[in-house]
């Protein structure tokens, strides 16, 4: 059984800094590419920024110089740097990841999510 924990969200005011940490635990063959994704109240999921195995990155244009992703694969550990924030940045954060695990086939799996909110 595969899981993906995310940590690190909370209240915070605007202009400031969060730093989320999603571990992938369980039966992993290969860890491929993982990411975050956001959903605002009453809007859909967006992609926010994705990293590769081998660390090649991209961003949504609205994080883009404000939000840096990074991971750490001996620990199976993503992490969403997220400075400068603003009131929109405020939505239920998930990470996911491609993975191969016990079942042999590559699949996306998806964090239970954490809430982040900005003050104004």
């Known amino acids: 059984q595969v899981q993906l924990v995310e940590s690190g969200g909370g209240l915070v005011q605007a202009g400031g800094s969060l730093r989320l940490s999603c571990a992938a635990s369980?039966?992993?063959?290969?860890?491929?590419?993982m990411g975050w994704s956001r959903q605002a109240p009453g809007k859909q999921r967006e992609l926010v920024a994705g990293?590769?195995?081998?660390?090649?990155?991209n961003y949504a244009d609205s994080v883009k110089g404000r939000f840096t992703i990074s991971r750490d694969n001996a620990k199976r550990t993503v992490y969403l740097q997220m400075n400068s924030l603003k009131p929109e940045d405020t939505a239920v954060f998930y990470c996911n990841a491609n993975l191969i695990g016990g079942s042999g086939y590559l699949v996306n799996y998806w964090g239970q999510g954490i809430q982040v909110t900005v003050s104004s």
């Open positions: 990293i590769t195995s081998g660390g090649n990155t």
């Open positions: 369980g039966n992993i063959f290969r860890l491929n590419t």
